[in-house]
């Protein structure tokens, strides 16, 4: 139920901010080739716990505050007892509630603020889930993740993006500790 009151709101969301974006004279819309952008994320943890992580996605502004996503995920990941390949997909979602924070207030950073909603489906050894060493088999784990993030222009056509996210999945076994802290790079 939660999950489907989050999608909602979040659709909901989406509608508004596209009905802001009228304007006096109709603005031409950017060629495909210039409304693409690519990008994804490199994660690393050593320790106790290793996980390496390559999530590249391709993306689609779809209008000039909403932009789309999805992309195959890569983690390798080693605990204590076990280690194990994961893969996967995900999709998102960017709202942009602020484009450019600079224009709101004078202070230099020509930064935005957006809302982020991620479905995310792995498949993943049942030992590193149930904690049980020796548990046989894989599983498919979804999970999905909502959260604010800031865009910061790195370029003219670059950007460095910064999400918080919770993962609100109702399953047995639990991937995520909450929050997930993303930092991701697009072109």
């Given at each position: 139920m939660?999950?489907?009151?989050l999608i909602s709101a979040f659709l909901v969301l989406s509608i508004f901010a596209a009905g802001q974006?009228?304007?006096?004279?109709?603005?031409?819309?950017?060629?495909?080739?210039?409304?693409?952008?690519?990008?994804?994320?490199f994660g690393l943890q050593f320790g106790t716990i290793t996980n390496i992580e390559v999530s590249p996605v391709v993306g689609f502004w779809v209008l000039p505050r909403i932009a789309?996503?999805?992309g195959p995920s890569f983690q390798w990941?080693?605990?204590?007892y076990e280690s194990t390949i994961i893969y996967g997909g995900r999709t998102f979602m960017d709202l942009y509630l602020i484009q450019d924070l600079n224009n709101i207030i004078p202070i230099g950073l020509n930064m935005g603020i957006y809302a982020h909603g991620e479905y995310e489906g792995l498949s993943i050894e049942k030992a590193i889930l149930s904690g049980i060493p020796g548990d046989e088999?894989?599983?498919?784990?979804?999970?999905f993740l909502v959260g604010p993030g800031i865009s910061q222009m790195t370029g003219r056509r670059s950007s460095m993006n910064i999400s918080v996210l919770w993962c609100f999945t109702s399953e047995v076994y639990d991937f995520y500790s909450n929050p997930v802290f993303r930092f991701e790079f697009y072109f």
């Open positions: 939660k999950k489907k009151l974006e009228s304007s006096s004279k109709p603005a031409e819309r950017p060629p495909v080739r210039e409304r693409l952008f690519y990008g994804g994320s789309v996503a999805a990941y080693k605990n204590p088999g894989r599983l498919f784990y979804d999970a």
